[in-house]
Structure formats: structure tokens, C-alpha cells
């Protein structure tokens, strides 16, 4: 594909700029192909931030979807919500979202192309259907598309910040305010490239809201809000406060007095506009007897 930039008056950078551009791709998308270095301008690779000049001609190479080497797999799965454009899943903990080193099955899209036939197949994958992803250890709620469109509707959803993503979470310590926002980019660690940061400067935007749901003894219970949706942001931006996730064994060298199995973090709500009708949609996710079990044993301290 070629795009020449004909100059829009402002410093656009070309992964905005290429967003526009190209019909059927989400942002993420094109950023990856970016990062792959498969977007050149005269010849040479450039960065997502880079900024175009008038006349310039940028080219995108594309990559042919390729078929998922994934093998559906009878799984259990918790269904909260489903139609013929959508999917929604409250996942357990333990359960990975989608094959990796190390998790080859077993996941939630192995259960998912055995329960649907349908996934959408954009983003350089034919089936995938994951719009966003949760951790390993998270618990509560993920959306699933079945079809191109709603795909793309709840991933722009989720770009432009109108879906909600709102999540429970107890942290260690007594947290003093009762809300605030932590507004600290996020990278890849320098040196352990399975942890994420806070970034010394650059990094991909991050914003997390939270508020004080229960103060307890050497405990709060939160509710964090997510205005991006960075690997790991929550752990990493509770750890950067001084108030890391209680169990979350890659932020926090502490260890609980009760046993976790990971970190206490559940996805216990999440709002969007069906792609199809365009209807506000709200789905819950009570926290699981686990989560409930330990927060009953906890000393409470107004």
C-alpha cells in the first residue's frame, strides 16, 4: 500500500495518520507492522512517533493473514453474555488468554474456537476474536468478537476511551486519599524483559484511576479504572504508588500471610456500545469466593 502525505497543518504522527488511512486495520495493528519495520518512507524504517512531511510517500507492506495454529479444545467456559457478534467471558483464574511459549494450550482461545466457529480474523490473524487480553492470574471479564465489524468497533472502542474497563483489587498498605489518578508511561524493563515499568522517559502513554472501595488493617481494597490498557498497567502503576497488588509475585518481593495463587485483581466490570445496535451495554463479575474468602478474614481499620 501507498500513501502520499499531502500535509494536514499539524504535526501528525504516522501511525495517526496511517489509522486513517487504512480502512479495516486498528491502530494496534498498525503500530505492529510498524514496529516489524514493515512501514518505510523513501526507503527507510521509521517510528510510530515519526512525523511526515508534505509530499512525502509512505509504504505500508502488508502481511496475508495467516491461519492460527490453534486447536480447539473442549473447555469450560464461564459465559456471561452471548450473541451472534459477541462474546463475553468471565475467565478464571489460571487460565491464559492466548498461546504463548510456555502455554501452548489450554487457553482461552483454545476454548473459544471449540465453542464458537465464527472468531473474527483481523489484526495479521485469521481467528483470533481477542479484542484485549487480562493476565494469567487476573480474574473477571473479557470481550470476544465474532465478525470483522464488531472487532473493529470494540477495538476503537477501546482506542478512543468509551469502553470501561473497571477492575477490584486489594493492595498492600493503608492508602491515606480516598481516589487519584497515576499517569506514568509504561515500557518493556531495560534489563528483564518479562516485567514492564514505569518509563525514565518515552514509554507508551498510561493512565489508571482509582478510589478507596474499604480500608483495612495493612490492606485497601480499590477499584481501579483504566483510561489505557498497557501489559501489566494496574500492577505496575499500584508498585510505582508504593502500594503494589497483594499476591503479584513479579512486582512485589512480599509475600501474604494467606495464600493468593496470584495476584488479587479482578475485572468485575466492563461497559461498551454493542457494534451492532450501537446499545450501552454493562456487564458484572462478582469477585471470586477466593478473593471473598480473604477479605472476610481481614481486620478492618476506618
Do not use: W
Request: glycine share 10%; net charge positive.
Amino acid at each position: 500500500m501507498n500513501f502520499e502525505f499531502t500535509g494536514s497543518g499539524t504535526k501528525e504522527r504516522i501511525d495517526k495518520f496511517l489509522c486513517e488511512k487504512m480502512d479495516g486495520f486498528t491502530r494496534s495493528h498498525i503500530q505492529r507492522l510498524i514496529e516489524n519495520g514493515r512501514v518505510t518512507v523513501g526507503g527507510l524504517v521509521v517510528p510510530a512517533k515519526y512525523v511526515p512531511k508534505k509530499g512525502e510517500v509512505i509504504l505500508v507492506a502488508v502481511e496475508e493473514p495467516t491461519e492460527v495454529a490453534v486447536e480447539p479444545q473442549n473447555i469450560p467456559l464461564d459465559i456471561v453474555y452471548e450473541d451472534s457478534d459477541i462474546i463475553v467471558i468471565n475467565k478464571g483464574k489460571g487460565m491464559v488468554v492466548h498461546p504463548a511459549p510456555g502455554n501452548p494450550d489450554g487457553t482461552l482461545v483454545n476454548a473459544l474456537l471449540f465453542h464458537c466457529h465464527d472468531l473474527s480474523g483481523i489484526n495479521g490473524e485469521l481467528r483470533p476474536g481477542i479484542v484485549h487480553r487480562i493476565d494469567k492470574d487476573t480474574t473477571g471479564l473479557l470481550v470476544a468478537a465474532k465478525n470483522d465489524a464488531a472487532h473493529l468497533s470494540l477495538a476503537q472502542q477501546i482506542q478512543n476511551k468509551t469502553a470501561g474497563r473497571i477492575y477490584t483489587a486489594l493492595v498492600y498498605g493503608r492508602m491515606g486519599e480516598q481516589d487519584g489518578t497515576v499517569d506514568a508511561p509504561i515500557e518493556r524493563h531495560r534489563t528483564d524483559r518479562k516485567r514492564m515499568a514505569v518509563s525514565r522517559g518515552g514509554g507508551r502513554e498510561a493512565v489508571t484511576h482509582y478510589s478507596v472501595l474499604k480500608r483495612y488493617e495493612r490492606y485497601t481494597l480499590i477499584e481501579a479504572r483504566l483510561e489505557t490498557g498497557r501489559t501489566h498497567q494496574i500492577r505496575v502503576h499500584m508498585a510505582y504508588r508504593g502500594h503494589p497488588v497483594v499476591g503479584d509475585t513479579i512486582y512485589c518481593r512480599r509475600k501474604p500471610p494467606f495464600e493468593t495463587h496470584g495476584q488479587m485483581l479482578h475485572a468485575g466490570k466492563l461497559i461498551l456500545k454493542h457494534p451492532a445496535t450501537g446499545e450501552k451495554m454493562e456487564f458484572t463479575a462478582p469477585l471470586p469466593e477466593y478473593f471473598e474468602r480473604i477479605l472476610e478474614k481481614l481486620p478492618i481499620r476506618e
